[in-house]
């Protein structure tokens, strides 16, 4: 318990997170680095140092094997690295509250960079917690860390560059594809268009995307454009599919597996448990944290960086954090801030050029609506197992807010806390109260952020000197 | 500028309110309930729901004792069971050492005239409790005692008070308070509401309302913590707290465990919020983990705090302003309010329509807590 406080606690090892760390190290702050995964480099960097130099690093691409450079950089930084590690509360303060090898401990720190990224758009339909349904996000994890493919070929449904990139790198594993169900609304290219010209700024993503798109309709599976409605179905696991196309016709077919992705959302649970101002991002449909140009938020001496700022990508998570980093060693007088200024200012413009894409796919990918308007007997909280048929009866009674409806129903009440279900219960209201989303906020995170146990908190007691 | 007429307003929509507000009501009172968030929205909410007479302060013993009989038919009162379940409550010793202050206490009890709470030994303990550690030497028992569903215990108050004709007005807090052609007129932002009877239920804010009608009534804050784990397999019935630790330790009927007993967190009364202090929790949690092995490698689902109104002595404010005409207390519960619930809604109904209660409830004077009479 009684470790002295440091600098910077930074909050994730993805390219935000260890960005910040090197930045901050090398203008001399002490910096502690908390990490939930095994190792640095985040989702988009996931395993990269021990996958980069093998064939299976190749695959993935130069993006990915750039991450091994970051990753060596920030092993070198002489920050205090701590894979395996969860963070589940942090106090004014600030005291942080973490677990490492079951056991809890306390770390002090005059700033926090939280550097938690994404998680991807939670989607309930049909038949989403059957066994054999899963997202995107979860396969690609498999796939980066343990080169696992699934058995047998996999349907994949949803939208946004994830989908994409996955079947490409799926294919390349030797992976097979049944088919993808493309939910992107027709329309949607007009919408993005007009933010082209801006977008050229990144012209190698776009041709990206474009070769993504152009390998994946040569590999010979179906393509089902415009799809508006998805059900899973089968008895204690998933057996068919039903969806159905723009022009109302619905198709069933046999399927072991299904592979869903709506897009990503900021990572803002630990923002929102601390009271951070948070504002309705309408064009990527979620909430992110209120900053100012140095990602600070309307907590003293509390950063958010990344995904978690805005869905923005890996190029703009590096500028981000170096951005934070800045602002945090200067304030403990480690640089002037006209030297901190100044940095920052290049940092900037690299950011407003990694960013000139976002207009672009933020229209083309913007989530359909059905995506928070599940069917009536879909489970929306999982945990509870509460269906949209009840939430949305009990929204329509008087104005109940969401925190209102957790206590009507208890919505939200189980152990993921909202993280699954809170944007669906925020548009439900919405919806059955004929309101802007933006208007109805979302649940009051309660702590921890991450499941703990009673044994492990009892631990932390044991710890403590006696009174 | 409209003005709605009623005979009684009821400042604050908690559970202490809305049960005022409900046996008003049924006494013939035109009865408004003003509440600046929503129903529930503080103490009532965030309570474990406890229904416990072991071990109330002597002077709330014969309430107490009203109150259980009232939730042993709360069906009747409110029309829903509430979720109460009356399995028990029980005060552990784990030492030898520790059980002569329960045997003082049941004999404390008992020389008043009260038989509710009872001594049992370890056998009787281990029938009661088989996963309990065995190190537990006996307890203190009020068999009648148990616990209820907060949430279905706020909604069953209201729909009783909307079908008994109360008029609930959320989303909107009193500012100012003015003597109006006998009566009290209350200004909430654009909104007016005069009637000639005011009840302060404002929980922890209740200091401060009893101010705006000249009442100094000297209140104190807390936010007690509460954790709730995943759920579980059925692992106890009764509501168990022990000797010389702060634990409150029962199974709700979601399977989920619900672990409190008075540990402190913080309180902002203006920002309305409160939060949870985890080194001083994990006292809880060591305790829990404690008694009931087990449950180590249970995951904690949440933890939270609410904020209620506390006393130096610990016991509520109930009865009339000593100097301010048509103005009822009912507040300062101390973390121990939900019980009384049922009860002090008929005493604040008996003295203001009856303008006088057969229950003893001299303890509870609001003058015990006012300046003047603290320096006279």
């Not at chain 1, 949305?392 to 209102?404: C, D, K, L, V």
């Not at chain 2, 529930?40 to 072991?54: C, I, K, Y």
């Not at chain 2, 302060?57 to 014969?62: T, Y």
């Not at chain 2, 509430?82 to 409550?89: P, S």
């Amino acid at each position: 318990m009684n470790e002295g406080e440091i600098d910077l606690l930074i909050v994730g090892a993805g390219p935000a997170g260890m960005a910040a760390a090197v930045a901050a190290r090398s203008n001399g702050l002490s910096v502690r680095v908390v990490d939930d995964q095994t190792a640095p480099g985040g989702q988009i960097w996931r395993a990269v140092e021990s996958v980069a130099k093998t064939a299976r690093g190749a695959r993935f691409g130069d993006a990915y094997r750039m991450g091994a450079d970051r990753a060596a950089a920030f092993r070198a930084c002489g920050a205090l690295y701590e894979p395996d590690c969860q963070l589940w509360q942090i106090e004014q303060g600030f005291r942080a509250f973490l677990t490492k090898d079951g056991r809890a401990h306390v770390v002090r720190a005059k700033a926090i960079i939280l550097a938690t990224g994404a998680q991807e758009r939670p989607t309930p339909f049909p038949g989403w917690t059957l066994p054999g349904v899963m997202t995107v996000g979860a396969a690609q994890i498999l796939l980066k860390t343990a080169d696992m493919a699934p058995k047998g070929p996999v349907w994949i449904a949803g939208s946004g560059p994830l989908p994409l990139l996955y079947m490409t790198q799926l294919l390349a594993a030797g992976g097979a594809i049944a088919g993808f169900l493309d939910t992107t609304p027709r329309g949607r290219w007009r919408a993005a268009l007009p933010h082209l010209p801006q977008a050229l700024a990144n012209f190698s993503d776009l041709a990206k995307g474009l070769r993504w798109s152009l390998s994946l309709r040569q590999a010979g599976f179906p393509i089902v454009r415009h799809v508006v409605d998805i059900r899973a179905e089968g008895e204690g696991r998933l057996e068919r599919l039903r969806y159905r196309a723009e022009n109302g016709r619905e198709t069933e077919i046999p399927a072991k597996v299904l592979l869903i992705h709506e897009g990503v959302v900021p990572n803002i649970h630990a923002a929102l448990s601390l009271g951070c101002a948070t504002k309705w991002h309408s064009e990527q449909s979620c909430l992110v944290p209120v900053l100012d140009k140095w990602g600070e938020s309307s907590q003293a001496n509390i950063f958010v960086v990344g995904d978690g700022a805005g869905i923005a990508g890996a190029e703009a998570a590096e500028f981000r954090g170096h951005i934070a980093a800045l602002r945090a060693a200067s304030r403990f007088g480690k640089m002037s801030e006209a030297a901190a200024a100044a940095a920052a200012a290049k940092e900037r413009a690299l950011l407003a050029r990694a960013l000139a894409i976002r207009p672009f796919l933020d229209a083309l990918y913007a989530p359909r609506p059905e995506v928070f308007a599940p069917p009536d007997d879909t489970i929306v909280c999982r945990c509870e197992e509460i269906s949209a048929k009840e939430l949305r009866a009990r929204a329509a009674e008087g104005r109940p807010g969401p925190n209102q409806l957790k206590a009507f129903t208890r919505v939200g009440m189980g152990p993921c806390q909202g993280r699954q279900c809170g944007y669906t219960v925020a548009h439900i209201i919405a919806a059955a109260q004929n309101r802007p989303v933006a208007e109805v906020g979302f649940q009051r995170i309660r702590p921890p952020l991450k499941p703990v146990t009673l044994g492990e908190l009892a631990a932390l007691d044991e710890q403590e000197p006696a009174a | 500028m409209t003005k709605a007429e009623y005979d009684v307003a009821v400042i604050g929509g908690g559970l202490h309110g809305l049960t005022a507000a409900l046996h008003l009501s049924r006494a013939g009172q035109r009865t408004v309930v003003i509440e600046r968030r929503w129903i529930g929205r503080h103490a009532s909410s965030a309570t474990a729901a406890g229904v416990r007479t072991l071990g109330r302060d002597l002077a709330e013993i014969p309430i107490s004792l009203e109150a259980m009989a009232m939730w042993h038919r709360i069906e009747t009162i409110v029309g829903d069971d509430c979720g109460f379940h009356a399995h028990g409550q029980l005060r552990i010793a784990e030492t030898e050492q520790q059980m002569p202050s329960l045997l003082q206490r049941e004999a404390e009890v008992r020389a008043l005239g009260h038989t509710h709470e009872e001594i049992i030994g370890a056998a009787e303990l281990r029938r009661l409790l088989p996963n309990l550690s065995p190190h537990c030497v006996g307890a203190l028992i009020a068999r009648n005692d148990g616990a209820a569903d907060p949430h279905r215990t706020i909604a069953a108050f209201r729909r009783a008070c909307e079908s008994a004709s109360v008029v609930i007005v959320e989303g909107c807090g009193v500012d100012a308070a003015e003597r109006d052609r006998g009566a009290w007129l209350l200004a909430c932002g654009e909104r007016r509401f005069r009637a000639p009877v005011v009840v302060n239920a404002a929980g922890a804010w209740a200091g401060r309302v009893a101010s705006l009608f000249g009442d100094v009534i000297e209140l104190g804050v807390r936010a007690s913590m509460m954790i709730v784990t995943e759920r579980l397999a059925p692992l106890l019935d009764p509501v168990v707290s022990v000797v010389g630790r702060a634990l409150s330790f029962k199974q709700s009927d979601q399977g989920t465990l619900v672990i409190g007993g008075g540990l402190q967190g913080s309180a902002d009364l203006e920002r309305e919020r409160s939060s949870v202090n985890f080194v001083e929790l994990a006292k809880g949690a060591r305790a829990a983990s404690d008694l009931f092995p087990a449950t180590r490698g249970v995951r904690i689902a949440r933890c939270w705090t609410g904020i209620e109104a506390q006393t130096r002595d610990h016991l509520p404010v109930i009865g009339a302003s000593p100097n301010t005409p048509g103005l009822f207390h009912s507040f300062g519960y101390s973390g121990h309010g939900f019980q009384l619930v049922p009860v002090v809604g008929a005493i604040i109904a008996d003295i203001i329509v009856k303008g006088a209660t057969k229950r003893d409830i001299t303890g509870f004077a609001p003058t015990r807590l006012m300046p003047e009479r603290a320096a006279a």
